[in-house]
């Protein structure tokens, strides 16, 4: 009987002690296999007498009947413990934050210009695109800034390594204002028969914005940089209309009334008599300050001249400004060159 238990006891404790499935088969096969501890006592019941062999055999089939749940349970306990594991190799932690995909925006840049075309587009101005690469005509000579003129060391300009049929250096423009000429040549060119019947043609009025390049690169130049060119000729537009336009497009584009404008004179070869247009908020953190907020003027008769346009019966103005200023001062920004680092943490404040 003592054998019995202490076969159980042993049966118990090499089946607790087997870390694997396998190695718990290893062992029932020690015990209950065909030449197992079990099976070895069951046979030797052969040599018993009947009476005692009755007492026996009952006895040993409740020592097997225990292994056998020995078995089982440890059975059990290995396969909840994978069981387990696994659950835990695959855990999902639902609490964690997603990985979004970040959404995108407009450059405060961009914004500015789409807002300079929306209130000129209302009063009534085309919106054109021209060339980043120019020829020396369209950037200067048209311009009225003839060669080797000392108005042409206004602009640093960059060059590129190739000439244009005349044999000049190309530029990457210092400016927008070749657009005046590819688009009043175009309007000219589209016009050519009421203009060549003395008719009057349709006024032109456009806004050119883009990028612009210079050498030149401080807290408030960037060697790339943005402006806005305008051109309103007619047959009878006056400075009067100039003020008009700009003074709206400021009331409009900052959302306030509350400034003053003033035009300065000034010079620029294409225009005569030519100003600088500034404006003082009465409130607000730049009060005060006089900012200057674009270049202006009459456009010269020899620039009306290179439109392809009788500069007797064509007169009008023209403007430019800078996109970049004017998103720097409608946004707060001090400094020009946060704008093209590309740093997502400044760009993202202004989604
Ligand atoms: N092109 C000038 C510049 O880059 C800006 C400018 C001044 C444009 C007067 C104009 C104008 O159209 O009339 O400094």
Same mark, same amino acid.
């Given at each position: 009987?003592?054998?019995?238990?202490?076969?159980?006891?042993?049966?118990?404790?090499?089946?607790?002690?087997?870390?694997?499935?396998?190695?718990?088969?290893?062992?029932?096969?020690?015990?209950?296999?065909?030449?197992?501890?079990?099976?070895?006592?069951?046979?030797?019941? =052969?040599?018993?007498?009947?009476?005692?062999?009755?007492?026996?055999?009952?006895?040993?089939?409740?020592?097997?009947?225990?292994?056998?749940?020995?078995?089982?349970?440890?059975?059990?306990?290995? =396969?909840?413990?994978?069981?387990?594991?696994?659950?835990?190799?695959?855990?999902?932690?639902?609490?964690?934050?997603?990985?979004?995909?970040?959404?995108?925006?407009?450059?405060?840049?961009?914004?500015?210009?789409?807002?300079?075309?929306?209130?000129?587009?209302?009063?009534?101005?085309?919106?054109?695109?021209?060339?980043?690469?120019?020829?020396?005509?369209?950037?200067?000579?048209?311009?009225?800034?003839?060669?080797?003129?000392? =108005?042409?060391?206004?602009?640093?300009?960059?060059?590129?390594?190739?000439?244009?049929?005349?044999?000049?250096?190309?530029?990457?423009?210092?400016?927008?204002?070749?657009?005046?000429?590819?688009?009043?040549?175009?309007?000219?060119?589209?016009?050519?028969?009421?203009?060549?019947?003395?008719?009057? &043609?349709?006024?032109?009025?456009?806004?050119?914005?883009?990028?612009?390049?210079?050498?030149?690169?401080?807290?408030?130049?960037?060697?790339?940089?943005?402006?806005?060119?305008?051109?309103?000729?007619?047959?009878?537009?006056?400075?009067?209309?100039?003020?008009?336009?700009?003074?709206? *497009?400021?009331?409009?584009? *900052?959302?306030?009334?509350?400034?003053? &404008?003033?035009?300065?004179?000034?010079?620029?070869?294409?225009?005569?008599?030519?100003?600088?247009?500034?404006?003082?908020?009465?409130?607000?953190?730049?009060?005060?300050?006089?900012?200057?907020?674009?270049?202006?003027?009459?456009?010269?008769?020899?620039?009306?001249?290179?439109?392809?346009?009788?500069?007797?019966?064509?007169?009008? *103005?023209? *403007?430019?400004?800078?996109?970049?200023?004017?998103? &720097?001062?409608?946004?707060?920004?001090?400094? &020009?060159?946060?704008?093209?680092?590309?740093?997502?943490?400044?760009?993202?404040?202004?989604?």
């Amino acid at each position: 009987m003592n054998d019995l238990v202490d076969l159980v006891e042993a049966a118990r404790a090499e089946f607790t002690a087997a870390p694997t499935p396998a190695a718990l088969e290893d062992a029932k096969a020690r015990f209950l296999g065909k030449s197992g501890r079990v099976t070895e006592l069951l046979k030797g019941l =052969a040599a018993l007498a009947h009476e005692a062999k009755k007492a026996r055999g009952a006895e040993i089939n409740q020592a097997k009947a225990a292994i056998e749940a020995a078995l089982q349970a440890r059975r059990e306990a290995l =396969a909840a413990a994978e069981l387990e594991r696994q659950l835990r190799a695959e855990a999902l932690d639902v609490t964690l934050p997603g990985r979004s995909r970040g959404t995108g925006s407009l450059h405060p840049v961009s914004r500015t210009i789409e807002r300079i075309e929306a209130i000129f587009a209302s009063m009534g101005f085309d919106v054109a695109e021209g060339p980043e690469i120019e020829t020396d005509w369209m950037s200067f000579t048209a311009l009225n800034n003839p060669e080797n003129h000392p =108005a042409r060391s206004m602009q640093d300009t960059f060059y590129v390594d190739l000439k244009d049929a005349e044999g000049r250096w190309l530029n990457l423009r210092p400016h927008t204002s070749p657009m005046q000429v590819r688009y009043a040549r175009q309007h000219a060119a589209r016009h050519a028969q009421e203009i060549a019947a003395g008719r009057p &043609m349709p006024e032109i009025r456009v806004i050119a914005p883009g990028r612009t390049y210079r050498v030149d690169s401080d807290a408030t130049h960037s060697p790339m940089f943005h402006q806005c060119e305008g051109l309103w000729i007619g047959q009878n537009v006056s400075f009067k209309d100039l003020k008009v336009v700009l003074s709206d *497009f400021v009331r409009r584009f *900052f959302e306030t009334d509350d400034f003053d &404008m003033r035009f300065r004179p000034s010079f620029f070869p294409f225009t005569e008599p030519s100003a600088e247009v500034d404006i003082a908020f009465r409130d607000g953190p730049l009060a005060g300050r006089w900012l200057e907020v674009a270049g202006s003027g009459q456009v010269h008769p020899n620039v009306v001249r290179n439109f392809g346009l009788d500069a007797e019966a064509n007169i009008g *103005f023209a *403007f430019g400004m800078g996109p970049d200023r004017l998103a &720097m001062l409608r946004d707060g920004i001090d400094d &020009m060159r946060l704008l093209f680092e590309g740093d997502l943490r400044f760009l993202a404040q202004f989604r």
